[in-house]
Nanobody, 127 residues
């Protein structure tokens, strides 16, 4: 069955950096758009970034634009999220998700547009 496993979370001071990774198995990883979402305690799951199947197109939430970079290594079935200039507001559980098609043309920020999810990795930014 399809499985997505995130790693790389941890505790970091404000202004620091972290790199998250997500390894996929049991799914057509190389054929689908992939995304990162995050969820803070008591909050809804929010969109962070999405990347097309080839890596040629990306889209970011305004809150992370210019600080986070999404990338993928299809040969390794791996998705990354480089997070720089971290803020306390970035504290959340981060989830990777697999889309149903090569790109998410509409409603990129909607949870319903994604078919498979990882279990999440905790990112805590201390101020």
């Amino acid at each position: 069955q399809a499985q997505l496993v995130e790693s790389g979370g941890g505790l970091v001071q404000a202004g620091g950096s972290l790199r998250l990774s997500c390894v996929g198995s049991g799914l057509a990883f190389n054929s689908n758009a992939m995304a990162w979402f995050r969820q803070a305690p008591g909050e809804e799951r929010d969109f962070v970034a999405v990347i097309s199947w080839s890596g040629g197109s990306t889209f970011y939430a305004d809150s992370v634009k210019g600080r986070f970079t999404i990338s993928r290594e299809n040969a390794k079935n791996t998705l990354h999220l480089q997070m720089n200039s971290l803020k306390a507001d970035d504290t959340a559980v981060y989830y990777c998700a697999a889309g149903r098609h090569r790109w998410v043309a509409v409603a990129k920020e909607q949870v319903s547009e994604y078919e498979y999810w990882g279990q999440g990795t905790q990112v805590t930014v201390s101020s």
